[in-house]
């Protein structure tokens, strides 16, 4: 289910999925805490989806892959256990940027299209940044690209220059409180100071939308 401050969003990807407009790299940006991470793992599941459709089905084949994470069209680079320490990585290296590359280059067996989530994509070190950048110039076809970031600034402009932007937008207050009230069973006032402690002073006044950077 989509969060209601990322409908906008959502629809915006989907009118562009359903127009045959999608672009071979997608940017969805914005503060951290608002489940952009969640709706980019939607997006990549309609992406693959046989049905086309957002939200994907559930139930053809590609969805049943993607459920068990044995996806071979699915891909999601994101932080990686550290070689030489028992912790993950901080940051998103060149090698993992260049698995991706050769998997988006095999033949597929089970989607139309290849689809890969990169989060966060602010994470890229200068090589794999470069390396990325590579990919973005000659895209593999049929492949899309979905970037995850909450700092986009910290990517590189001609990295962000070739991607079609979506923007989530920190909900209106009117549209979190009875959220968080229904969704925590507890009273409007006490939803209202929770957001507060959680920084919402620094909310928006208008409600969720969706924009290029």
């Not at 959502?10 to 407009?21: D, K, V």
């Not at 952009?36 to 053809?60: D, I, Q, V």
């Not at 409180?177 to 620094?202: F, K, N, Q, Y």
Request: with cysteine; charged share 20%; net charge neutral.
């Amino acid at each position: 289910m989509t969060y209601p401050w990322l409908e906008a969003v959502a629809s915006e990807f989907s009118e562009r999925l359903r127009g045959g407009r999608m672009a071979h790299a997608v940017l969805l940006s914005g503060p951290a805490g608002l489940g952009k991470t969640a709706l980019a793992r939607s997006f990549l599941a309609s992406l693959l989806c046989l049905a086309e459709t957002f939200p994907a089905c559930g139930t053809c084949r590609s969805c049943q892959l993607l459920g068990s994470g044995a996806h071979p069209e699915g891909h999601v680079l994101t932080f990686e256990q550290h070689p030489k320490k028992d912790e993950l990585r901080k940051e998103l290296v060149v090698d993992q940027v260049r698995r991706l590359t050769a998997a988006l280059q095999l033949t597929n067996t089970v989607s139309r299209r290849k689809a890969a989530m990169i989060h966060p994509a602010e994470s890229l070190n200068v090589s794999a940044a470069n390396a990325l950048l590579k990919t973005l110039e000659e895209p593999p076809g049929d492949a899309v690209l979905l970037l995850v970031s909450h700092n986009p600034s910290r990517l590189p402009a001609t990295v962000r220059s070739r991607c079609q932007a979506l923007y989530a937008r920190i909900p209106d207050l009117d549209l979190a409180i009875p959220w968080l009230s229904r969704a925590a069973e507890v009273p409007d006032d006490e939803a209202a100071l929770a957001l507060e402690a959680a920084g919402s002073t620094t909310w928006s006044a208008t409600p969720s939308t969706s924009s290029a950077i």
